[in-house]
């Protein structure tokens, strides 16, 4: 027994010793951005390894958020994210709840349909092509419409339905319910969990919408914010500022800065939705 819990100790130290550099090693390109945004030339040109700001220049910052790109930008992501994640979730729940019912007529050739968008597409140029003719080029909707409903999570919260007693539902409507005033009323109050998880991932996907935006947007003024950060990664050009030991390179440190500022928001909101994730997926992923 004192060999059995001795090994457990150790085991335990291993474990706590590889996921503390794991740990690390994740944070390290963060924490490396981080301070590359907030110090200044002479700092940042001494040494490829920045692991503590010995001083600290927010003029970075200041330049970026003086851009009027910026905030154009971030309208533009935030109208995506918020319409775009109601769309795909009142699309999502309602196609789930139907196809989680048995007695749904030709539900299994829907749902084999569905699935085989998994593994086939139509591809890059025939979606370029629908979206053209339905005139949604440089407009927002291009980038709401063609991915409203993401397929893996449409099984997640389907498989999550079908989990749940379907005597609930049969009580509803003898008590003169429909089926939209049970999934209204009993279902969703119930699936919150799945539903909490599922809304992370389409909003999540909505804020780094980027592909899409590269194909069927042009103006600069319906360039999400992801587009905006791909426009500051890759200029070319340096401009300087200040004098003596003020002086910064506003390449890097504008760069790192634009990263921060599209990277923050998300992981700001991360941590309220952390504990769904677990539960939810691992109750949407039970057969029925």
């Known amino acids: 027994m004192n060999r059995i819990g001795a090994a457990g100790r150790w085991f335990d130290y291993i474990n706590f010793i590889l996921l503390t550099l794991l740990a690390l090693i994740t944070v390290y390109p963060f924490w490396d951005t981080l301070v590359v945004s907030v110090i200044p030339l002479s700092e940042y040109l001494s040494t490829t390894v920045h692991l503590f700001p010995r001083s600290l220049t927010f003029d970075s910052y200041t330049y970026l958020f ?6 154009t930008s971030y ?4 109208f995506i994210t918020l319409v775009g994640t109601i769309i795909s979730m009142i699309l999502t729940v309602m196609a789930a709840y139907a196809l989680s ?4 007529k030709g539900h299994r050739v829907i749902l084999f349909l569905i699935v085989f968008t998994m593994m086939f597409s139509g591809g890059v140029i025939p979606t370029y092509l629908i979206v053209k003719s339905l005139g949604l080029m440089n407009s ?8 409203a409903l993401n397929t893996y999570n449409l099984i997640i919260m389907r498989n999550f339905f079908s989990t749940l007693p379907e005597g609930l539902v049969d009580a509803a409507r003898i008590d003169g319910c429909n089926d939209l005033v049970a999934l209204v009323r009993i279902v969703i109050p119930l699936s919150m969990p799945a539903i909490a998880t599922i809304t992370l991932f389409y909003a999540v996907a909505r804020w780094n919408e980027f592909f899409n935006a590269i194909f069927f ?3 600069k003024n319906l360039w999400p914010l992801q587009l905006f950060l791909r426009s500051m990664l890759f200029e070319n050009e340096s401009s300087y500022s200040g004098g003596g030991n003020s002086l910064f390179l506003l390449g890097p440190s504008i760069k790192m800065a ?3 500022v599209a990277t923050i928001p998300v992981m700001l909101v991360y941590p309220f939705f952390q504990k769904y994730f677990v539960n939810g997926v691992m109750l949407g992923g039970v057969k029925e």
Request: no cysteine; hydrophobic share 55%.
């Open 140 to 147: 927002v909707w291009a980038l709401i419409i063609p991915s």
């Open 66 to 71: 003086s851009m009027k790109e910026l905030w």
């Open 217 to 219: 947007i042009s103006d």
């Open 75 to 78: 309208g533009v992501t935030l």
């Open 101 to 104: 019912k048995p007695n749904l």
């Open 258 to 260: 634009t990263v921060m």
